[in-house]
C-alpha cells in the first residue's frame, strides 16, 4: 500500500513538474486603439482565475502555457482573446464602441455588467471621447458621437451650461435633464438654476457641474438613455442618466501624464449688414441717405480672435496595498468678445487600499474654481451685441470705442457716450463691457468615499458617501447712466448663493454560477439629501435729498452703506432657503441560463420630502427585461459573432419641486412680507414615465461590423399645472395633476473597422435617431393650451393632439385672397399677439439626428472627423428682425436700392414695409412669420489629425501631437445663424436667437506626453 501511495506521489510531482516545465513568461504593452498605454487593464488566462493587470505604462508580465488563451479586458472596452503559442510577447490594442462582445459597462448604481447581458440600450464611449478635441464643457464633446443624445450649449461662452436631452422632451413644467452620475453617485448639478428665459435681457446663464469635469480625468461614460436602463434610480430616472467613471489609482510605478490643449477661435458666423445707408432718428435708426462712402462691418470689429488653453497633469502609482491618483488642471480662455475671460482651476486626489485582504477603501475629494467676466447672454438689454450689430452706419465707431464716457459735472461721474443715450436696448457695447461688467466666482467641493468589503467570492457589500458644497458670487453692478439712464446714480446688484449635497448609499452585491445558470442581485438603500441658500443685495435709485426723495448718497459706489434703503428682494415662488430629502430602498437581480438568455428585474421604492403634506409621500418605481442571444444556442455560423434580441419595460418618476404642497410666504423689500397666491397641492403626485424599448444588437464578420436598433415608446403622465383658482378662494392660481406627453421613435448604429493591411486601417460609425413626440392630453382647465414660452409674438403653445415645441407666431394679415393687407399709411397690418391670433409655423425640434465618424490609422497618424446633422425643426431669429426693423440689414439695404419691396404682389415702400415687420425693442410687435428659419443643418464638428512619437521618454512613454478642429463648416443650412442656438436650459427657448453670441469655430493644437 506504501509503495502505491508512495508511485502516486512520484507520478503527480512529475505531472506538476512537467506543467510549471511547460509554462513560459509571457510579456506585451496593452494600448488604447493603439495609441495610448492602458492602467489597469485586466489579462487573465481564459476559463481560470490566474492574471494580472496593466502597470502604469501598459505593461503586464504573466506565466502561461502555449495551450492558454489570454483574456484582455477593460471597462468601456471590448474583450481581446489571444491564444499564446510559443509566443512570449503579446501586444494588444483594445478599442472602444458603442457596444461590443465582453465589453463591460458601468451600469445604475455603478454596478458592472457585461455588455451581452444588458436588456436596455447603453452605450459606453472612452475618455478620448472627450479628451482629443476638448471644449471648455466637456459634455459638449459628446455631440454628434450617439444616437439618441441631443447637447445644445448655450450661446453665452466658456462656463455656460448646455441642454442635454435623451429621447425627446418628457416634462412639462419638470426638468428634462438626464441624471448625471460619478462614479457612482449622483452629481449636484447646479449652485443656482439662473438661466435664460425670456428676450428682455439682463438674465444670465449659471452653469452646470459638467464644466467643472477634468476631460483627462475619466476613463468611461456610459450613457443610459432611457429610463429602463436608469430605472434604479427611480424618482430621477425619467430623462435617463450619464455615468461617469474616472480615473482610479492603479498599482505600479509613479507614472505622469500630461495633456496641453491650445485652440484659437473666431466667430463662425455673423449677419450680413447693408453698410450703404446712414443715421436717422437722432442717432439711432439708419434709415437715413444715402452714404458717400461704404461703412465698415462694426460687428466684425468688434469681434476678436479668442484663444483658450486647457492643461491638465495626473500623476498616479502605488503599491500592492496603496494607489493613489491626483490631477490638476487649468483653463484660461479669452473669448470673441471684447473684456470676456474664463478662468478655471480643477484639483482632484484620491487615495485606495486594502484592509485584510478582503476590505478595499477609497477616499476621493476634488475641488473647483471658476472666474468668468463678461460672459454673454441673449436678450435685447444688458448686452452689448445690440450696440455693435445696430450702430448706425457712417458714424464714429472708433471715436465711441475709445470714448466710450464723458464727464458729467452735475453727478461729479462719467456718463455713457453714445449715438443715443436714451435708449435702453441700445447702448455703447464698450460701456457695457467696462462699466456693466458682470463677475461670477464659483467653488466648488466634494469630499467622499467608499468602502467594500468581500465578505465570499461571491459576496460582497459596498458602502458609499459623499458630500458636495457649491458656493457662487455674482455681481452685476452698473454705473450711472446705465440703460438709457434707467439708473441715474448706478445700480448694485450682489447676489450670493450656497448650494449643498449629501449622499449615502449601501449595496449588497450577490453573484453566482449554478452550472448553466447564472445569478446576480443587488440590494441597498440610498439617501439624497439637498439644501440651498442665497442672499442677494440690491440697490437702486435717483440721488437722496431726504427721505423719501432718492436712495444714492454718491454715483457708482456699490456698498449697502451708500444707499438709503436696501431693495433687497426675492419674487414670488423664489425661496431663500430650501432643504430637502430623498430616501430609498432598491434592489436588482438578472438570472442567465447559458451565457445566452438573461432576464432582469429591478424595483424601487422613494420617500421625497417634496410630497410632504400630501397623501402619500411614497412611491412605487418597478421595471421588468429581457434578452436572448440566438448564436448561443444556434449554430448562425462564423460570420455571426453575436444576434442579440431584447426589450423591457419600466415605470419611473420625475420629483417636483420643493413648497408645492405647502406654500411658504414671501419676502419683500425692507423685510415685507407677502402672503402666496396658489393654493397648496395636497394631492401632489410626482411625474410618472412609463417606457417601452425593443432592440437589436448585432455583431458580424469577425467583430468587424456592429449593428445596434432599438425602438422606444414613454408616456409622462401626472404632469402637474397651474390653472385657475376660483375667485371666491381669494388666491390666484392652483396646481393639478393631469397630462400625458408620449415619445416614439427609434435609434440606430452602425460601425465598420476595415484592416488593409498591418499598416493602414479605417474604422467608421453611423448612428442616427427619430423621435415623434404627441400631447395625449392635457387639463380641462387649459382649453386653449399651455403657453410654454412667450416671446412677444412669438409663443411655444402646448395643446392636445399637438406637440411639444409647437410653434405659434404673429403675421401679416392678408385678405380673402391671400394678398397682404395695407393700411392707410402704407404699412402691412399685422396681427395680434392672443394665441387666437397666432398661425402655427411648425415644431421647433428636429425630427432626426445623425452623426457619422471616421478614423484612419496608418503607422503612427491618425485622422479622423466627425459630421453631425440635424433634419427638421424650426428657429426664430429676433436678431434679424432688429437688424431690418433698424434698418442695418442686407436686405433692407437692397430693399432700398431697389425702391420697393413686393410681397405677393402687393408692393410696399422698404421703410415702411421693414420698420413695420422689423422689431425695434423686446416688447415691439413685428411679422414673426418673416424670421422663421428651418433648423435643418449639416456640419464638419470636429477634424483631428494626430501623430505618435513612440518611446520619446523610454519604453513605452510616448508623446502625441495633434491638430484639431472644431465646428469648422456647414455642408447646408437654411438659417442665417447657427440653428443650433439655446438661451438657456429650460424648457421652449432652444432654438431662439436674441442676439444670441454666434458659435465659436476654433483650430488648435493638442499634445499628450506619458512618463
Request: proline share 3%.
Amino acid at each position: 500500500m506504501k509503495s502505491i501511495l508512495f508511485s502516486i506521489v512520484l507520478i503527480f510531482m512529475g505531472a506538476s513538474i512537467n506543467a510549471l516545465w511547460a509554462q513560459q513568461r509571457v510579456t506585451g504593452v496593452v494600448t488604447e486603439d493603439g495609441s495610448d498605454p492602458l492602467i489597469g487593464a485586466t489579462v487573465v488566462i481564459k476559463g481560470t482565475t490566474t492574471g494580472t493587470i496593466t502597470n502604469i505604462d501598459g505593461q503586464y508580465v504573466l506565466e502561461a502555457n502555449p495551450e492558454d488563451v489570454l483574456q484582455y479586458s477593460f471597462i468601456g472596452m471590448e474583450t481581446h482573446e489571444e491564444i499564446v503559442g510559443d509566443r512570449t510577447v503579446i501586444n494588444v490594442s483594445l478599442s472602444s464602441g458603442a457596444f461590443g462582445l465582453g465589453e463591460v459597462v458601468v451600469t445604475a448604481m455603478g454596478i458592472k455588467r457585461q455588455s451581452e447581458s444588458l436588456t436596455y440600450s447603453a452605450q459606453t464611449v472612452g475618455g478620448k471621447d472627450v479628451n482629443d478635441v476638448k471644449s471648455v464643457n466637456m459634455i459638449n464633446s459628446l455631440q454628434g458621437k450617439s444616437a439618441g443624445l441631443s447637447i445644445t450649449p448655450n450661446s453665452t461662452g466658456a462656463g455656460g451650461a448646455s441642454k442635454i436631452l435623451f429621447r425627446g422632451n418628457k416634462s412639462i413644467s419638470g426638468s428634462n435633464q438626464p441624471l448625471i452620475v460619478v462614479d457612482g453617485v449622483p452629481l449636484m448639478m447646479n449652485i443656482t438654476n439662473d438661466q435664460v428665459a425670456t428676450n428682455y435681457g439682463g438674465e444670465r446663464d449659471g452653469g452646470d457641474a459638467m464644466s467643472t469635469i477634468n476631460p483627462d480625468d475619466i476613463a468611461q461614460i456610459t450613457l443610459l438613455k432611457g429610463a429602463s436602463a436608469a430605472a434604479l434610480y427611480g424618482a430621477v430616472a425619467a430623462n435617463g442618466a450619464i455615468m461617469i467613471t474616472t480615473k482610479s489609482a492603479q498599482k505600479g510605478m509613479v507614472s505622469v501624464n500630461v495633456s496641453s490643449n491650445t485652440t484659437i477661435e473666431s466667430a463662425m458666423i455673423t449677419p450680413e449688414f447693408q453698410n450703404s445707408y446712414g443715421v436717422s432718428d437722432n442717432g439711432t435708426f439708419s434709415w437715413g441717405d444715402k452714404l458717400t462712402s461704404s461703412a465698415p462691418d462694426y460687428a466684425k470689429e468688434f469681434f476678436k480672435t479668442g484663444y483658450t488653453t486647457n492643461n491638465s497633469i495626473a500623476i498616479n502609482g502605488g503599491g500592492e496595498n496603496m494607489q493613489s491618483y491626483f490631477s490638476y488642471a487649468n483653463v484660461y480662455s479669452n473669448g470673441i468678445t471684447p473684456e470676456n475671460d474664463y478662468r478655471s482651476h480643477n484639483l482632484n486626489a484620491k487615495l485606495g487600499f486594502d484592509l485584510f485582504n478582503s476590505v478595499h477603501v477609497d477616499f476621493s475629494s476634488r475641488f473647483t474654481n471658476q472666474h468668468i467676466t463678461n460672459q454673454a447672454a441673449a436678450g435685447y438689454l444688458w448686452n452689448p451685441l445690440t450696440g455693435a450689430y445696430l450702430f448706425p452706419r457712417g458714424e464714429d465707431w472708433n471715436g465711441y470705442k475709445a470714448e466710450y464716457e464723458v464727464y458729467d459735472p452735475e453727478r461729479g461721474a462719467n456718463v455713457q457716450n453714445w449715438t443715443n443715450v436714451g435708449l435702453q436696448q441700445f447702448g455703447n457695447p464698450y460701456w457695457m463691457l467696462n462699466r456693466q461688467t458682470p463677475v461670477t466666482d464659483r467653488n466648488r467641493y466634494e469630499f467622499g468615499g467608499g468602502i467594500q468589503w468581500d465578505i465570499t467570492p461571491e459576496l460582497n457589500v459596498l458602502g458609499r458617501m459623499r458630500y458636495e458644497r457649491g458656493e457662487e458670487h455674482f455681481v452685476h453692478n452698473a454705473y450711472a447712466s446705465s440703460i438709457g439712464n434707467l439708473y441715474p446714480m448706478g445700480r448694485m446688484k450682489d447676489n450670493r448663493y450656497f448650494s449643498d449635497q449629501l449622499y449615502g448609499d449601501i449595496l449588497i452585491n450577490y453573484n453566482k454560477t449554478f452550472n448553466d445558470v447564472t445569478f446576480t442581485a443587488t440590494v441597498g438603500s440610498s439617501f439624497t439629501k439637498n439644501k440651498t441658500s442665497s442672499v442677494n443685495l440690491w440697490g437702486e435709485g435717483s440721488k437722496f435729498s431726504k427721505p423719501g426723495a432718492g436712495n444714492i448718497y454718491y454715483p457708482n459706489i456699490f456698498t449697502p452703506n451708500n444707499y438709503y434703503e436696501n431693495m433687497s428682494t426675492y419674487k414670488k415662488n423664489d425661496h431663500w432657503n430650501t432643504e430637502r430629502r430623498l430616501n430609498a430602498v432598491f434592489g436588482t437581480a438578472q438570472i442567465g441560463y447559458r451565457e445566452g438568455l438573461f432576464i432582469d428585474v429591478t424595483a424601487r421604492n422613494d420617500w421625497s420630502s417634496a410630497l410632504a403634506f400630501t397623501e402619500s409621500m411614497s412611491f412605487f418605481y418597478p421595471s421588468i427585461g429581457g434578452s436572448f442571444l440566438l448564436d448561443k444556442f444556434v449554430d448562425m455560423g462564423s460570420n455571426i459573432d453575436l444576434f442579440k434580441i431584447r426589450a423591457s419595460h419600466s415605470i419611473v418618476g420625475n420629483d417636483v419641486p420643493v413648497f408645492m404642497s405647502n406654500l411658504l410666504y414671501s419676502l419683500g423689500a425692507q423685510g415685507s412680507i407677502a402672503p402666496p397666491e396658489n393654493a397648496p397641492f395636497r394631492t401632489l403626485k410626482p411625474e410618472k414615465t412609463y417606457s417601452t424599448e425593443i432592440g437589436f444588437d448585432g455583431v458580424f464578420f469577425y467583430n468587424r461590423l456592429r449593428t445596434n436598433l432599438t425602438y422606444y415608446k414613454s408616456n409622462t403622465k401626472n404632469q402637474f399645472f397651474s390653472v385657475s383658482a376660483p375667485y371666491e378662494s381669494g388666491l390666484r392660481n392652483r396646481y393639478v395633476n393631469a397630462g400625458n406627453v408620449e415619445n416614439q421613435g427609434f435609434e440606430f448604429s452602425l460601425s465598420w473597422l476595415q484592416q488593409f493591411n498591418d499598416d493602414l486601417s479605417w474604422s467608421t460609425s453611423l448612428n442616427g435617431a427619430y423621435n415623434t413626440n404627441k400631447i395625449k392630453e392635457l387639463v380641462d382647465e387649459l382649453p386653449n393650451g399651455l403657453t410654454l414660452s412667450d416671446f412677444g409674438g412669438a409663443k411655444i403653445i402646448l395643446k392636445e393632439g399637438g406637440e411639444y415645441g409647437d410653434l405659434y407666431v404673429r403675421h401679416i394679415m392678408r385678405d380673402d385672397n391671400g394678398k397682404p393687407i395695407k393700411n392707410n399709411n402704407g404699412e402691412p397690418v399685422l396681427s395680434g399677439d392672443s394665441s387666437e391670433d397666432l398661425n402655427y409655423a411648425g415644431n421647433m425640434n428636429a425630427k432626426f439626428n445623425m452623426g457619422w465618424t471616421n478614423t484612419f490609422y496608418y503607422n503612427d497618424f491618425t485622422f479622423s472627423f466627425l459630421i453631425d446633422a440635424k433634419f427638421g425643426g424650426k428657429v426664430i431669429s429676433m436678431t434679424e428682425a432688429a437688424l431690418d426693423g433698424w434698418g442695418v440689414s442686407k436686405r433692407s439695404g437692397e430693399a432700398r436700392d431697389a425702391g420697393t419691396v413686393t410681397i405677393d404682389g402687393v408692393e410696399f415702400d422698404a421703410e415702411k414695409y421693414y420698420r413695420t415687420t422689423g422689431n425695434s425693442n423686446f416688447n415691439s410687435p413685428y411679422a414673426v412669420e418673416n424670421y422663421i428659419y428651418d433648423a435643418t443643418n449639416i456640419r464638419m464638428r470636429e477634424v483631428s489629425l494626430g501623430y505618435t512619437f513612440r518611446d520619446v521618454f523610454g519604453g513605452g512613454k510616448n508623446m502625441t501631437t495633434s491638430l484639431i478642429g472644431r465646428n469648422l463648416f456647414f455642408f447646408h443650412k437654411d438659417a442665417p445663424m447657427d440653428p443650433d442656438v439655446s438661451a438657456g436650459t429650460g424648457n421652449g427657448v432652444q432654438g431662439i436667437d436674441m442676439f444670441a453670441l454666434p458659435t465659436p469655430r476654433s483650430f488648435g493644437l493638442n499634445l499628450k506626453f506619458n512618463f
